[in-house]
C-alpha cells in the first residue's frame, strides 16, 4: 500500500483503490461465512463412534518353494504324471478368506480420529490324487514251449497260447495339504487434513501409529510313484521266462513358516462424494494408501525324506509238477538305489517393509455405510521360502472386501 501511495500524485486514486479493496472484502466475507456453516453443518452431520464390520476374500501369493524329488521331474508319454507331477500338485488354495473390524471415534467437533482395526484371514487347501496305466509287452509263452518240448505229456496237443501278455501298472499318489493363515492389528491416531478438499462432505486422513502383523503356513507332501517297468527274459530249465524290473520312489516332506512382527505406520485415507447427500443416500468413491516398518523375527522348519528302489518282481511258471517238481518261481527282491533325508530349522531377525493400498466405493445412509473395495498388501521378503537354503519371499495378498458400517453419537 505504501508503494501506492509512494508513486501515486493524486490522492484520490488511492482512495479509490481503497474502495474497490473494501467492495471485495465485502463480495467474499459471505463466502467465508457460508464456508464455515457448511463445514458446521458437515462437522454436525458426522457421529462420533463408527463400528464397521466385513470379510473379505483374497489371493495369497508367497506360500513358499515345492518340494521337488528328481523322479519328480521325469518326463513319461504316456505315463502316470498325466493329472500333474508330484511337483506341480503342490498348490495352495486359489484364495483365503477371513473378517475384518475397526472401531473409528473422531471427538465432537474436533479433526482427530483415533482408529483400532483387525484383518484375520485363512486359507486351506488339500489334494489326493491317484493316476496309473497299463503297460503291456508280449512275450513266448514258457508253458507253450514246455508243451512243444515234452509232447507226451500233452497227448491233445497244446492247450495255452504260443505268446502271452505281460501287463504292469505305473502309477502315481499324491497327497498334499496345505494351510495359512494371517492376521494384521492396528492403532492409528491422525488427523483429517482436507476437511472439505475435494467437495464437501469429502475427508482427508492422516494417520500414524503402530501395526502388529503374524503370518505363519504349513504344508505335508507324500507321494509314492512307480514311473516306469522294463520287461525282459530271464531263462528258466532252458526257456525264456518274462519277468519285470522296476523302480519305486517316495517322498515325505513338511514345511513349516512364520513372520511376527511389529512396526511404526503410516496412512492416508480418502472419501470423496459422487452422488446424492448423507441424508437421503450418497455415493462415495474411497481409497487408500498405509505403509509400515515391521520388526520381527521369521522362522522356517523344513524336513524331506526320499527313498528308490529297484524291484524284480516274482514269476510263477505254471509248469506242471510232473515236468519240474518244484514248481519254477523268480524271487522278489529289492535294491535301494538311495535313501536320505534332511531337517532344518531357521530362525533370523528381519526388517519387513509393508505396503498396501485400496480403492472402492460406498453407499451411505444417515448413519449406515455399506462399502466395497479391492485392496493389495504387500510383505516385502516376509517369508523364509526355501527348502534347504534360506530364500526370502514376498507375501502378497489381494482381492476385494466388503464392509457395514454403524456410526453412533453425533
Not at 463480495?27 to 461465512?33: I, W
Not at 458446521?40 to 483374497?58: K, M, N, P, Y
Not at 492416508?268 to 443416500?281: H, I, Q
Request: glycine content about 10%.
Amino acid at each position: 500500500m505504501s508503494e501506492l501511495i509512494e508513486h501515486t500524485s493524486n490522492g484520490r486514486e488511492f482512495r479509490w483503490a481503497l474502495l474497490a479493496t473494501v467492495s471485495a472484502l465485502a463480495l467474499v466475507a459471505p463466502g467465508m461465512a457460508g464456508a464455515g456453516h457448511a463445514s458446521a453443518e458437515e462437522s454436525a452431520d458426522r457421529s462420533t463412534v463408527w463400528i464397521e464390520l466385513g470379510g473379505q476374500l483374497e489371493r495369497v501369493d508367497g506360500d513358499g518353494d515345492r518340494f521337488s524329488p528328481p523322479f519328480a521331474k521325469l518326463t513319461l508319454s504316456p505315463g502316470p504324471y498325466e493329472d500333474g507331477s508330484p511337483i506341480d500338485l503342490q498348490k495352495a488354495a486359489r484364495f483365503s478368506y477371513g473378517a475384518e473390524g475397526s472401531l473409528t471415534f473422531q471427538p465432537e467437533g474436533s479433526n482427530w480420529v483415533f482408529t483400532g482395526a483387525v484383518r484375520y484371514g485363512r486359507s486351506n487347501n488339500k489334494r489326493d490324487v491317484h493316476h496309473q496305466t497299463q503297460v503291456t509287452a508280449k512275450f513266448p509263452n514258457p508253458v507253450y514251449v514246455i508243451q512243444q518240448r515234452y509232447p507226451s505229456y500233452y497227448p491233445n496237443g497244446p492247450t495255452v497260447p504260443k505268446t502271452s501278455a505281460k501287463y504292469s501298472q505305473n502309477f502315481a499318489q499324491t497327497t498334499y495339504k496345505h494351510s495359512e493363515s494371517h492376521f494384521v492389528l492396528d492403532f492409528q491416531a491422525g488427523k483429517d487434513v482436507g476437511l472439505g478438499m475435494f467437495g464437501r462432505g469429502s475427508t482427508s486422513v492422516l494417520s500414524a501409529g503402530v501395526r502388529v502383523a503374524q503370518m505363519s503356513s504349513h504344508s505335508d507332501v507324500q507321494a509314492r510313484v512307480k514311473p516306469s517297468v522294463d520287461f525282459y527274459n530271464v531263462m528258466f530249465i532252458g526257456q525264456p521266462i518274462p519277468v519285470s524290473k522296476f523302480n519305486t520312489y517316495y517322498v515325505n516332506g513338511s514345511a513349516d513358516r512364520s513372520f511376527n512382527g511389529v512396526g511404526p505406520s503410516l496412512s492416508w485415507k480418502a472419501s470423496v462424494p459422487l452422488l446424492g447427500n448423507a441424508t437421503d443416500g450418497q455415493f462415495s468413491v474411497d481409497w487408500g494408501l498405509n505403509g509400515a516398518l515391521l520388526f520381527g523375527r521369521q522362522k522356517a522348519r523344513v524336513s524331506h525324506h526320499t527313498t528308490a528302489r529297484q524291484f524284480k518282481a516274482k514269476y510263477k511258471t505254471h509248469i506242471p509238477t510232473s515236468v519240474y517238481t518244484n514248481r519254477g518261481y523268480v524271487s522278489t527282491n529289492y535294491t535301494t538305489l538311495y535313501k536320505h533325508g534332511m531337517s532344518h530349522d531357521r530362525s533370523r531377525g528381519v526388517t519387513v517393509p509393508n505396503v498396501g493400498i485400496s480403492g472402492g466405493i460406498s453407499y451411505r445412509l444417515d448413519s449406515a455405510k455399506l462399502s466395497l473395495g479391492y485392496r493389495a498388501e504387500f510383505f516385502f521378503g516376509a517369508v523364509d521360502a526355501g527348502i534347504d537354503q534360506r530364500r526370502t519371499e514376498n507375501l502378497i495378498f489381494q482381492g476385494p472386501y466388503a464392509t457395514i458400517s454403524i456410526g453412533l453419537g453425533g
